[in-house]
């Protein structure tokens, strides 16, 4: 999902200072608002349109204007595997989302996330949590990809030629925001990109769940063992009832269409 990488994130140099990273970062930026028509702008604008036209029992609603949307006001994104900010930002952009809490356990990526906020007028409007998200609380490997920022991941190497690991914090979503005091009846959106770690991300919304607020997040079943995958299949079919795929295309169907997916995508529970 995290493909804008060269727009927000310019390349370095050898012998580049903070200051002369900021100054070729802000441009990078600049180049970034051209962007949003990408893949992941798309994808952000279908959930949050299948969002509005359906309501918590899944049946679909006459349009109406955007403030009186299934939305809530005042809505909060959360953002987990926020990278540097490419559905955070951008959620925050288009007006919808008034807050975001944008999780992110790799160091260099949450510094460059950081300095998109403040590029593009957003940091006091964001939460960034330095941690990564799963289903109990303690501490991770986070293995570091060499070449795509992108596609760090937790407890799993995600390439062959890989050496460079960290021990990061992790926690479950739900206690965080809780200890952030944000309340979860204002949370529009969770939105989770975390390399195969979906599985456990989820586990760890509790609540957020049982409440069935709209969740979009990367389906990777190539990564995942049968039993993980019967899990989470089970988990979400006690609380939503429609799947839509937001980067295949695929028809909005029964939730359980998930436990048959064989191909990864990037879905929408609802």
Known sequence: MKRLVEIFEPRRSGGTTLASERESHVDATKRQRRAFNDSPGQRFRKAVSEIRKHDPSGERMRPRPAAAGRLPVEAVLVDVGAHIGTHTIYALRTKRFARAIAFEPAPRNARLLAMNLEANGLAAAAVIVPKAAGDRAGTAVLHLHPRNTGAHS??????????????????????????LGIALERIG??????EGYEPQALGGLGALVERSIPIAFEFTPSRYTAETRQRLVELLMRHYKTVHSLGRGDPAAPIGALAKLAHTDDVLVY
């Open 154 to 179: 937790v407890n799993a190497p995600p390439s062959d030629d890989g050496q460079v690991s960290l021990e990061v914090p992790i926690v479950r979503v739900e206690d965080e925001l809780v200890a």
């Open 189 to 194: 959106l969770i939105w989770i990109d975390v």
